[in-house]
C-alpha cells in the first residue's frame, strides 16, 4: 500500500513538473525517455536469450 501511495505521489510530482515547462520541450523530453525505454527492453531481450541458450 505504501508503495502505492509512493507511486502516486511521485506521479503527481513529475505532472507538475510537466506543467511548467513549455509543449516542445515536453515532447522531446518523452521521446528520449520512450527511446531510452525501447533500448532497455531490447538489452533485456537479448540478454535473456542469451543466457537461455
Do not use: D, K
Not at 1 to 10: E, G, H, T, Y
Not at 26 to 35: D, P, Q
Amino acid at each position: 500500500m505504501i508503495v502505492l501511495v509512493a507511486a502516486l505521489l511521485l506521479l503527481g510530482v513529475v505532472l507538475g513538473a510537466v506543467v511548467q515547462i513549455p509543449l516542445p520541450l515536453t515532447l522531446v523530453l518523452a521521446a528520449a525517455i520512450g527511446c531510452w525505454l525501447l533500448v532497455f527492453a531490447m538489452r533485456e531481450r537479448l540478454s535473456t536469450q542469451r543466457r537461455s541458450r
